[in-house]
């Protein structure tokens, strides 16, 4: 399996040795008709419980962000990034401690990942199936996929000694008035999941609601269906002092990545 970057021959890695990560916000508004997303990181889905459906509890609680009370929950998790919920819908037919049975329910879910550094390849089986996936660009650079971590971490670092050269040269990345002690960088890295907008979710249904929120914790990695050609690999950054996640105040930041040029294929 590899990894493939679709790209312009200028901004190669081989050639270039630079790597560019850009941000979500700014693939909404990239210029770029072939790679534009403009809901990238946000998402509406129309959510249909089909029969009596079983819901744990702590599910329940983060999918309503405690607009309902369930007994004595003082407490309900929370996720990074906007959340909110419309319910269309809503019979509860019992439950426990643990679960909560509703019955042809229905309500509608939207998302929004916290604005964060990402970088896209695609995940194919052969170089030539990376050939069209972007028709405008007229190049592309080959990785194993097996090196996949390995570029998490490095590119991790590359960011990390960016945004503190970036605090002594005033090019800053994050806000300044921050103090960069305990700075680090926690890297995700996976495939792309393509899910459409309307879920239906049933006793019978292999895709559980315990499923779809594990899906939606982190909404820079769903894409609608409509992506699905591409077959993206996605790396995604979130930058961290102490306990606070930090913004970038950049749309992207550019990379020098001697190193990673040997690993391209």
């Not at 889905?45 to 089909?50: A, I, P, R």
């Not at 643990?98 to 939207?110: C, G, K, L, P, Y």
């Amino acid at each position: 399996m590899l990894l493939a970057k679709n790209c312009f021959a200028k901004d190669n890695l081989k050639t270039r040795k630079t790597i560019k990560l850009g941000t979500l916000y700014e693939y909404r508004k990239i210029e770029s008709a072939q790679i534009v997303d403009n809901g990238e990181g946000k998402y509406s889905f129309l959510l249909k419980f089909d029969g009596i459906v079983e819901i744990e509890r702590h599910w329940f609680s983060l999918m309503f962000q405690g607009a309902i009370g369930l007994g004595n929950d003082e407490h309900y998790p929370r996720i990074p990034g906007a959340m909110s919920a419309a319910i269309h819908n809503l019979e509860t037919v019992g439950g426990n401690e643990q679960i909560i049975r509703v019955r042809n329910s229905s309500a509608s879910v939207h998302r929004e990942a916290l604005n964060g550094f990402i970088f896209c390849m695609s995940q194919v089986r052969k170089m030539k199936d990376a050939v069209g996936l972007f028709p405008d660009y007229d190049d592309c650079w080959y990785m194993t996929a097996a090196k996949a971590h390995n570029l998490g971490v490095e590119l991790s670092t590359l960011l990390r000694d960016r945004i503190f050269s970036g605090r002594e040269s005033g090019n800053h990345v994050v806000d300044p008035s921050i103090p960069l002690a305990n700075l680090s960088i926690h890297c995700r890295h996976e495939p792309v999941s393509y899910l459409g907008r309307e879920i239906h979710i049933s006793d019978t249904s292999v895709f559980t609601v315990g499923h779809f929120m594990q899906k939606i914790w982190d909404m820079s990695f769903v894409n609608p269906p409509s992506f699905l050609k591409e077959k993206e690999y996605r790396f995604s950054f979130t930058i961290v002092v102490g306990d606070k996640i930090l913004i970038p105040i950049v749309d992207n930041v550019i990379l020098s990545a001697e190193k990673l040029a040997d690993w391209v294929l």
